[in-house]
């Protein structure tokens, strides 16, 4: 069975602004580990100001295109939920859905932010 990774919305920004050698480690991997969003991280970048236009928007679609989705259903909803009460360091919703996918896929976490997920049980971070 292939490891699976769910991936920050931090990484996928980086990504699009020119930052691209994480994503592109992960991708080198995409053979053995399944690369997985939260359908919140599509939210979170369809929210920015530059997929106003619309290169950057398609560019946006393009890059989440490569990845498969995992939907917010009433489980990662009610862990994400969890998750925010009892994490304080956790102060985004979306964060905490972003966790709470990952920890009910039994999926390894990438992100740039380790500090914000840190003593979330059961999480485990991506090299």
């Known amino acids: 069975m292939e490891k699976k990774v769910v991936i920050d919305t931090n990484i996928l920004v980086e990504y699009l602004r020119g930052r691209k050698r994480i994503l592109e480690r992960l991708i080198v991997q995409k053979e053995t580990e399944e690369l997985i969003i939260s359908s919140i991280t599509i939210l979170e970048l369809f929210a920015g100001r530059s997929t106003k236009d619309r290169q950057e928007e398609q560019k946006v679609r393009s890059l989440i295109g490569e ?5 917010v259903n009433k489980l990662i909803a009610e862990k994400g939920g ?12 979306a964060d ?32």
């Not at 990845?67 to 939907?71: D, G, I, L, R």
């Not at 966790?99 to 059961?122: F, I, P, R, W």
């Open 82 to 93: 969890k998750i925010l009460r009892d994490y304080p360091q956790i102060h985004q919703m």
């Open 96 to 127: 905490a859905v972003i966790a709470a996918t990952a920890l009910l896929e039994k999926a390894y976490l990438a992100t740039l932010n380790k500090k914000h997920y840190q003593g979330v049980k059961g999480l485990k971070f991506w090299p």
């Open 67 to 71: 990845f498969s989705c995992v939907e």
